[in-house]
């Protein structure tokens, strides 16, 4: 276990990326919420009420910008400790949001299990609402946006539309498209149509189930590391059950097709010009990776990056795979200096 002592040297050692002191400690403390967190309600656009946090780098004289996470699909704040650990180690804050339809946000499905939401829409205005009611606009800059799955969807939709709000982003596992296989993608796209045409749109998807802990169905497709694997199990039976969230509806995957459909039309994502760094899952079996690629090369500020071995929680993978996503973003953000993106060169494609 790394002590104090220990990364404290580390810091003082201007590390271009966290050593092994920094990984180590927040490995130890990714169940802990740090001591100066804040956590509260906005009320959106529509009056509903959306949870945040914020983790001020109060141990830091000058810190170098703030993290700003969005969870996927079915996770929640606590779920990005130990990434907020370092981060603040690193001397930057951090503030993070619960999607509508999880987490301690409002659900607009009587059910708290089922997955539901009206439209994607709604997501990329919360977000800026959450800028706009002027909850993290006195935290420090460069704001940076990341997010995982369908959070890293909605960061994305997000830059299109409000491109001056943070200076870059970075995108783990992104949902551009949705993993079909070894279903056809068209009786994929085809069936939440039919299901909603039929009143079932609040019913689950095939494979889906109100929530249960441990590794089922899709949830053995997420991580190599059981130890991580249970984070969101132990937060949801020891802080608050109320965090959990069971399987997609109909309604949630047909919503997601269509937002996905969005993302990739003719001259959307060609008018991102946010620099953005895209972490590919390699052996990811929830999202679609060959969408993620063709999407990347078609950004004009997008740097992609495959994580060998990973599954789709990067985040949650092991320590050698963890420490292959922290060199991705050690090299995309100046973690010494703290980041400048402008002029930004995005690589060869």
């Known amino acids: 276990m790394a002590s104090m002592k220990a990364t404290e040297m580390e810091a003082a050692s201007g590390a271009a990326m966290p050593g092994p002191a920094f990984m180590a400690y927040a490995k130890q403390h990714r169940r802990d919420v740090p001591e100066d967190a804040v956590f509260g309600q ?13 983790f001020p780098a109060s141990k830091v004289i000058e810190p170098k910008g703030t993290i700003i996470f969005m969870p996927g699909r079915t996770e929640f704040i ?4 130990e990434d907020v650990h370092l981060f603040n180690q690193m001397g930057f804050a951090c503030a993070a949001m619960d999607l509508r339809g999880q987490g301690m946000s409002f659900r607009p499905h009587p059910n708290r299990n089922k997955h539901f939401v009206k439209t994607f829409d709604t997501h990329i205005s919360d977000v800026r609402a959450f800028f706009d009611k002027k909850l993290i606009n006195k935290m420090p800059k460069p704001f940076i946006l990341m997010g995982h799955s369908a959070g890293s969807h909605v960061i994305l939709r997000f830059l299109h539309d409000h491109p001056d ?3 870059a982003a ?12 070894p279903l056809p993608a068209f009786f994929v796209n085809g069936l939440p149509a039919v299901m909603r045409a039929l009143g079932q749109g609040a019913a689950y998807i095939p494979g889906h189930t109100a929530f249960k802990e441990g590794r ?16 969101e199990d132990f937060f949801i039976k020891n802080k608050d059950a109320r965090l959990a969230v069971g399987g997609a509806t109909y309604r949630w995957l047909s919503e997601a097709l269509k937002s996905c459909e969005k993302l ?51 985040l949650k993978e092991t320590d050698e795979i963890r420490a292959e996503l922290w060199k991705a973003i050690a090299e995309f953000i100046d973690l010494e200096n703290g980041p400048d ?5 995005a690589p060869a494609k």
């Open 78 to 81: 606590e779920k990005f400790l």
């Open 264 to 314: 990739n039309a003719p001259g959307y994502p060609e008018a991102i010009k946010t620099p953005v760094l895209m972490l590919q899952a390699e052996n990811d079996r929830i999202v679609d990776n060959e969408g993620q690629t063709a999407l990347a090369a078609r950004m004009p500020h997008c740097r992609l990056v495959v994580v060998k071995g990973a599954m789709h929680e990067i």
């Open 42 to 54: 906005f009320e959106a656009d529509d009056g509903e009420s959306i949870r945040y946090a914020r």
């Open 165 to 167: 709000y943070v200076e």
């Open 216 to 231: 089922w169905g899709w949830r053995k497709k997420l991580t190599h590391d059981d130890e991580r694997f249970c984070d």
């Open 170 to 181: 970075i995108t783990v596992a992104p949902m551009v498209k949705i993993y079909t296989k």
């Open 341 to 345: 993106f402008g002029p930004f060169v």
